[in-house]
């Protein structure tokens, strides 16, 4: 990898944004070092203290002019999208800091049993390796709890989006955090080092494959939080109305649809598939504008790269020639050479072997299927090896919880999809193919401390009745 990473603007491509260092395998040694150092005395902090670190984080970032802009910029996202990723990772810092320290401090019992103390102690050093379609957000979800546990962190964020992500990470107190630039060499050096106790990574499955290895080599556990290929059912009494379809529509192309948690496949009931169809297309007509990320009125930027453009236009191409109908959707309010623009597009007509279907398009690309029997359209939603994310839709709340629980997916929407139905509370995560460990939510914070039990069982208490020496307990 060259000596720097130079990032163009998605939407301009040959508008350079910004420079930043490529750390060699001896400059992330001297980040984990750093960070190993500092860490012996952040762990003592009170739990209090270190909750206010974060608290002081978000106020922050949230008064740093510019950010949004930056992001837009670097992402191609649009500037609203920007701001509202920018508003949600204040959000979850100010929660983290308000649930770690409960979530964090040791739990007693003394009964009858005996006396167990269960400890929450921090890893030591996490290495955070972060994608770059919502930078701000995937990072603080891991920095935030790692420093409130105690932790020090090294990040390395996409070399697709470095700027932000550094300017945001000075928020932090000195030597806290420590960042480090570069590709998979530098992500090897970062997450095969001895010193480094725990791995957090979002991520595709080629780049989670290389850092699952090298984390087992050095037998260090890690938080893997992957790629989905997200089902979403429509029952037969699915709402059709204005706001449900605009709420569809944007679940599958927010970001140009390159999120983890997208909506890319939807699964309509057959008597009701050109009814769906038509208010599908009336919802994209209103919602979608392809432009120019820091233009009013834009909600669909380019996609990240030239090779991401090519990938996505080739899968399209793809659809067609297997005899499907592509439609594309929305306005287009910008000049689509000059930068990596690709329109969105619904197919339909195709089968569910179709690259389109079965594979995760991360991109402005959704296939609409139809079924016949509710068996027919489980069993099609959880073939494959993902299982991130998947929605049902019922104007029947109780039917659709009792259809969510058929679903083989660590997070199941009902009558929404995407960023509108997550919530800082509710944990976040992949089965199958699609990673282990949770994100947000109590489960999110406790992956950043290991549980160590101090336990003086009541037969060898004062009082107690004893135990032979080589008995097991009772």
Request: with cysteine; glycine share 10%.
């Amino acid at each position: 990898m060259p000596a720097e990473i130079v990032r163009e603007n998605p939407a301009r491509s040959a508008e350079i944004v910004g420079r930043v260092p490529v750390a060699d395998a001896a400059e992330v040694d001297r980040a984990v070092r750093a960070a190993t150092e500092r860490q012996r005395s952040w762990r003592d902090v009170p739990a209090e203290e270190r909750a206010m670190v974060l608290r002081r984080a978000a106020d922050a970032i949230e008064a740093m002019p510019g950010t949004a802009v930056l992001l837009a910029r670097e992402t191609g996202k649009p500037l609203a999208d920007c701001a509202g990723e920018l508003r949600f990772s204040v959000a979850y810092l100010r929660w983290a800091a308000a649930h770690a320290p409960a979530a964090y401090a040791d739990r007693e019992t003394d009964d009858a049993a005996g006396r167990l103390v269960l400890r929450r102690r921090p890893y030591g050093v996490v290495a955070a390796i972060t994608p770059w379609n919502a930078p701000i957000v995937l990072a603080l979800l891991k920095v935030g709890p790692a420093l409130a546990a105690g932790n020090t962190a090294v990040v390395k964020p996409s070399p697709l989006a470095p700027l932000t992500i550094t300017k945001v990470l000075a928020a932090f107190p000195a030597g806290l955090v420590h960042v480090v630039h570069g590709g998979a060499e530098a992500g090897r050096a970062l997450v095969g080092h001895s010193a480094v106790h725990r791995v957090a990574f979002t991520g595709g499955a080629e780049a989670g494959r290389a850092i699952g290895a090298a984390a087992a080599r050095a037998l260090t556990p890690a938080v893997l939080e992957l790629g989905g290929n997200d089902p979403v059912v429509l029952l037969d009494d699915a709402d059709l109305s204005d706001a449900a379809m605009d709420r569809l529509v944007m679940a599958s192309f927010a970001t140009a649809g390159q999120v983890c948690m997208a909506a890319k496949r939807l699964y309509a009931p057959r008597a009701r598939l050109a009814e769906i169809r038509e208010a599908y297309l009336a919802a994209a007509e209103r919602v979608l504008v392809l432009g120019d990320p820091l233009a009013e009125g834009t909600t669909v930027g380019p996609v990240v790269s030239a090779p991401a453009a090519d990938r996505v236009r080739a899968l399209i191409a793809g659809s067609a020639e297997r005899g499907g109908t592509v439609t594309e959707l929305g306005a287009v309010r910008v000049e689509l050479e000059r930068g990596h623009f690709v329109r969105p597009v619904l197919v339909m007509d195709v089968a569910d072997d179709a690259p389109v279907v079965a594979e995760e398009q991360f991109g402005p690309v959704v296939p609409l299927l139809a079924y016949d029997t509710e068996d027919e359209a489980v069993a099609r939603a959880n073939a494959g090896d993902l299982g991130l994310g998947a929605s049902v839709w019922s104007a029947d709340e109780e039917r659709a919880f009792a259809f969510a629980r058929r679903f083989e997916a660590g997070f199941t929407f009902v009558n929404t999809h995407n960023r509108t139905g997550m919530a800082l509370h509710a944990p976040f995560g992949g089965v199958k193919r699609s990673g282990h460990g949770r994100e947000y939510g109590v489960e999110g914070l406790l992956e950043y401390v290991q549980t160590c039990a101090v336990h003086a069982p009541a037969a060898f208490r004062a009082g107690g009745r004893g135990m032979a020496a080589g008995a097991y307990p009772a």
